[in-house]
């Protein structure tokens, strides 16, 4: 069965530095997503991406954050300076279409010190 | 108002038993419905769409009613492997932004 593939599963780095997250979507979908989750918390949108563009952004995806689908795989979630409070697991997400169901990579546990 | 509003649990049943839970929802225009199950500290896995006329898929069933704008699932004959979070989740807009309930924890018990 298809599935989104998340890499690292787990990162620890230094405050002030970029992290990479990255993401292979299922391969005929279309939209792209980036989701959120601090620990028991809900899960929060960040970024929406389709025809390699960003559709839709969250208040939380400010100017520190970027997204790319660098090759017709790949699906990244850079952030440039992190901080502490960026300490969440991140889940990359796929869907066929816009109201279709989204189906989650198995996250990334980001750990800022 | 929270945009996604669940009973967070939990709810304690005996295996075999029935639970019955519901989330509302804000946003009027909302679309798109679904129940997703979370493990502890593991992605969210879709469960069920939800559609308008109420849908079955084994022992879990959906039901939506738009004029009351809430969402029901309904598991039957509970099982010790349905122990987890469901969270209920709202497609918000024309470009997919899924909003997440908290989840209602589920706990089925020998």
């Known amino acids: 069965e298809p599935e989104v593939t998340q890499t690292p599963s787990h990162q620890v780095t230094q405050m002030g530095q970029e992290v990479i997250l990255r993401c292979v979507p299922i391969s005929n979908h279309l939209y792209f997503y980036w989701y959120r989750q601090i620990l028991g918390q809900k899960v929060e949108f960040l970024v929406s991406?389709?025809?390699?563009?960003?559709?839709?952004k969250s208040e939380i995806f400010d100017d520190q954050f970027s997204v790319e689908r660098p090759d017709g795989s790949n699906f990244t979630l850079k952030i440039r300076s992190t901080k502490l409070e960026d300490s969440a697991m991140y889940f990359c997400?796929?869907?066929?279409?816009?109201?279709?169901?989204?189906?989650f990579g198995q996250g990334t546990r980001l750990t800022v010190v | 108002r929270k945009e996604v509003e669940q009973d967070p649990g939990p709810f304690n049943v005996p295996e075999g038993a029935t639970v019955a839970f519901n989330c509302t929802y804000s946003n009027s225009a909302s679309q798109s419905f679904f129940w997703y199950r979370q493990d502890c500290r593991k992605e969210p896995k879709l469960l069920m769409s939800v559609y308008s006329s109420g849908n079955e898929d084994g022992r879990f069933t959906a039901q939506l009613n738009r004029a009351s704008q809430y969402i029901s699932l309904l598991i039957r004959d509970s099982k010790l492997s349905d122990s987890a979070t469901y969270l209920c989740?709202?497609?918000?807009?024309?470009?997919?932004?899924?909003?997440f309930g908290a989840g209602t924890q589920v706990v089925v018990t020998p």
């Open positions: 991406f389709y025809n390699n563009e960003i559709s839709e």
């Open positions: 997400a796929s869907s066929v279409d816009r109201d279709t169901e989204a189906f």
């Open positions: 989740v709202v497609n918000a807009d024309s470009w997919g932004k899924l909003q």
